[in-house]
């Protein structure tokens, strides 16, 4: 049994959704183009699981973040892809594939070939079973990475309204989750190892200002430690959180965002990989020419770094889904893909966002006791990164628009003295 495609995106994520807007703007005829995802609909905007998703009045539910709809652009609903002649596997892993002989191979038994092949397997959440941690699969334990993992962390929230949740993981998902708890009338507790939350990115300083404000609304922070164990009930049920610092914390649900680790393995000892994902050049395409790869999965030259990179975020997915759809389709007009890394998030009422890189020495701005502040990374005397919390519009593009210039900077104390001014300016 099989199918044959000219072209096959593997996945059916954020990436694959603007992929596949770019190859109907680019155009493609009726049956050329096949998407296969493990999930049972059609790609959507993942943040919103985080977000409007586990909202507790009039939440965000599809068909209303179908993609592209994040990019303000057409929303993609199974109609759309039906209208368009894309041919939709759903609800459909595939086991293995064979980049020499164009195939994959589906846990149905149907074999699928493609001449041109973009694989947009993103990521998958790490378990605590990988940290030597057993039982993160009782009932009240969720982790969150897919529409179904959301849609139970619902459920177990509404079933914990006014009591504890645990949150382990001081990241995006732990920050995101916290909040959108709180506003479900959940106490919340977050456990981390680090000193402080979002060690990736933010400075204690930042980090300081948004810890206050959750602990401003009842939130607790335990620090520099990890889980040990579970204690469980007689259901399975998760009650208490054991620490390594053996605190003790009893709980009515636990959320886990310990990080994640990209979907590679079905290429490994066929495709080149590096960074812990698939190793693409400018145009996307990995070390086989007829295959490329995009969004969380892919390692790729970042021009304003020099270096390759796999980046975890959403404008990357589906900035480079469309380059790749590009470069497929009108080569000889497409240049490498030239990205400059934006980041954001949206917790309680603020809002930041943040674009290059945060290597190198810090400069605060702004009034850290009001609502907009920020901060410049400065390394080798170039301007490379720029943080910004309560921006408008145009501040935010004024920062991106300064960080991709990357400016020289003679004079970091005039630059803190600047502040905004300074990207506004240049
Ligand atoms: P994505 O994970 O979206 O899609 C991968 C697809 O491949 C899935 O449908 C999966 O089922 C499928 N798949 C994998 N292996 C398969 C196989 N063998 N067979 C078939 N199908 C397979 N970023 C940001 O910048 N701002 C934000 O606010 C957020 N918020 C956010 C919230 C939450 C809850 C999450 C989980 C993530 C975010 N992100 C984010 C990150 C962002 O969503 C992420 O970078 C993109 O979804 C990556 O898009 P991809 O298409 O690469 O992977
Ligand atoms: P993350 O990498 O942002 O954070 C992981 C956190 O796990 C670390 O900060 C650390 O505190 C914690 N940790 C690591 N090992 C641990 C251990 N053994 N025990 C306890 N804690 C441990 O990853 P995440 O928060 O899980 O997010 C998953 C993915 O989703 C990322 O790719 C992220 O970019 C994406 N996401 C992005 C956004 C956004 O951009 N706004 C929002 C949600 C999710």
């Known amino acids: 049994m099989g199918r044959a495609f000219v072209y096959v995106i593997l996945g059916g994520g954020v990436a694959a959704g603007y992929a596949a807007l770019e190859f109907s703007k680019r155009g493609v005829s009726n049956g050329e183009l096949c998407i296969i995802s493990e999930e049972p609909v059609v790609p959507y905007e993942r943040p919103a699981l985080s977000k409007g998703f586990l909202l507790p009045e009039a939440p965000a539910r599809l068909p209303a973040f179908h993609t592209c709809v994040g990019a303000n652009e057409e929303r993609l609903t199974p109609k759309w892809y039906k209208e368009h002649g894309i041919e939709l596997v759903l609800g459909t892993r595939v086991k293995s594939a064979d980049v020499k002989r164009k195939t994959l191979l589906t846990a149905t038994g149907e074999t699928i070939s493609y001449k041109i092949l973009i694989i947009a397997t993103g990521a998958r959440a790490l378990q605590l079973e990988e940290f030597g941690v057993n039982g993160s699969n009782a009932e009240n334990v969720c982790y969150l990475r897919s529409l179904a993992d959301a849609t139970r962390l619902v459920e177990v929230m509404k079933s914990s309204t006014g009591g504890n949740a645990v949150v382990i993981g001081g990241g995006y998902i732990g920050m995101e989750c916290a909040a959108s708890l709180v506003t479900n009338k959940i106490n919340v507790t977050m456990v981390f190892p680090e000193a402080h939350c979002m060690a990736r990115l933010f400075t204690p300083k930042i980090a300081s200002y948004y810890e206050d404000f959750y602990k401003s609304k009842g939130v607790k922070f335990i620090k520099g430690t990890v889980l040990s164990s579970f204690e469980k009930d007689a259901d399975e049920k998760v009650t208490a959180v054991v620490l390594k610092d053996k605190n003790h914390l009893p709980t009515d649900m636990v959320v886990v965002g310990i990080g994640i680790r990209p979907n590679t393995s079905l290429f490994e000892g066929q495709l080149t990989l590096e960074k812990g994902g698939i190793k693409v050049n400018g145009m996307m395409q990995t070390s086989n ?138």
């Open 289 to 426: 020419t007829s295959v490329f790869a995009v969004g969380d999965v892919a390692a790729f030259p970042v021009k304003i770094f020099g270096e390759i990179r796999r980046l975890e975020h959403v404008d990357s997915a589906r900035k480079s889904a469309r380059h790749a759809v590009a470069a497929i389709m009108d080569p000889s007009r497409t240049f490498d893909f030239d990205y400059l890394p934006f980041f954001y998030s949206r917790i309680f009422s603020l809002s930041w966002q943040f674009y290059g890189e945060s290597v190198g020495e810090v400069v605060h701005y702004g009034d850290f006791s009001g609502s907009t502040f920020g901060g410049y990374w400065v390394s080798k005397g170039y301007l490379v990164g720029s943080f910004l919390e309560g921006g408008t519009k145009e501040e935010y593009e004024a920062i991106a628009k300064a960080t991709r210039l990357k400016p020289v900077v003679e004079d970091i104390t005039e630059l803190e003295r600047q502040g905004l001014g300074f990207a506004v300016a240049v």
